[in-house]
Every structure is written in C-alpha cells, then in structure tokens.
C-alpha cells in the first residue's frame, strides 16, 4: 500500500469515528477550507469549510440520542504525492444509545484530496444516489451484486 493510499485510509478512518462520535472539530479537520461539497440533501452545493460546517453541526445535533456508524465498501482509491482521489459506496447506520440498529442508507461517494502541509485534506467532496426511471425518487439502498 502506498502512503497516499494509508493517507486516503487515515482520512476514510477519520471520517467514520468523528461521525460515531458526533465530534465535528475532527471531522472538520478532513476538509480544506475552500472545500466544495456536492452533498445528496438539500443543498445545490456548499462552497468552503465554514458552509459545510454549518451543515455538518445541524446534521450532528438532529441526531439526538442517535449515532451514526459509517462503513464504506468498494473503496477505490487513486493518486500520487500530493493529490489523491477516492470513490465507495458509503453506508450510514442509525444506531439508538443502546446500541440498536435503527435505519440505514447507502450514498455513492466520491473525494478530491490534495496536501496542505503534510496531510491530505478534502478539497471537494460529492455524494449522490441514483433516480429511479418509474417514480422520480433515490435509491439509498444498493441492489446486491448477483
């Protein structure tokens, strides 16, 4: 493995932790500050680290007594010193205080890395679910692989 490749590791570990913890200043840390994110809800688009922060605080609160386990699956990562990307399919898991599983949905995810300083951070992030032909609506759970 590459060190890119255990940079881009560090950043998906990251990632997963500073959900289940709801802890934002981690998570925040993954991203550049002129990071743009195409997220799946809501939102066109959130231009730079303070938008998405605003975005990431709300979603963390919303929860409750709720955390979220994320896995990613089919993780495909690229690159060189310096720049790398990622893409997987990402599993979000609602799990109560106690520890039930509650719900859970799947997104496609894509990332931009690129270094600032020693460390990759995030410069553009974009999340996405297929559109059903027949009703119009998203698809957050992916078909298993036959």
Do not use: C
């Not at 994110?37 to 409750?64: C, K, N, P």
């Not at 979220?68 to 979000?92: H, L, N």
């Amino acid at each position: 493995m590459s060190d890119t490749d255990k940079q881009v590791q560090r950043a998906l570990d990251t990632y997963q932790s500073a959900v289940l913890a709801k802890n934002v200043e981690t998570f925040m840390h993954l991203y550049d500050p002129d990071v743009r994110v195409f997220d799946t809800w809501g939102i066109w688009s959130y231009e730079g680290a303070a938008a998405w922060r605003v975005a990431v605080e709300g979603w963390f609160s919303s929860l409750g007594d709720e955390r979220v386990r994320v896995t990613f699956q089919d993780v495909k990562i690229a690159g060189e010193q310096g720049f790398a990307s990622m893409s997987a399919v990402v599993t979000y898991a609602g799990v109560s205080a106690d520890g039930r599983a509650l719900k859970e949905m799947q997104n496609r995810i894509t990332w931009v890395l690129q270094a600032s300083g020693h460390v990759l951070r995030i410069i553009h992030e974009h999340t996405s679910a297929p559109v059903g032909f027949e009703d119009a609506k998203a698809i957050l759970k992916r078909e298993s692989k036959t």
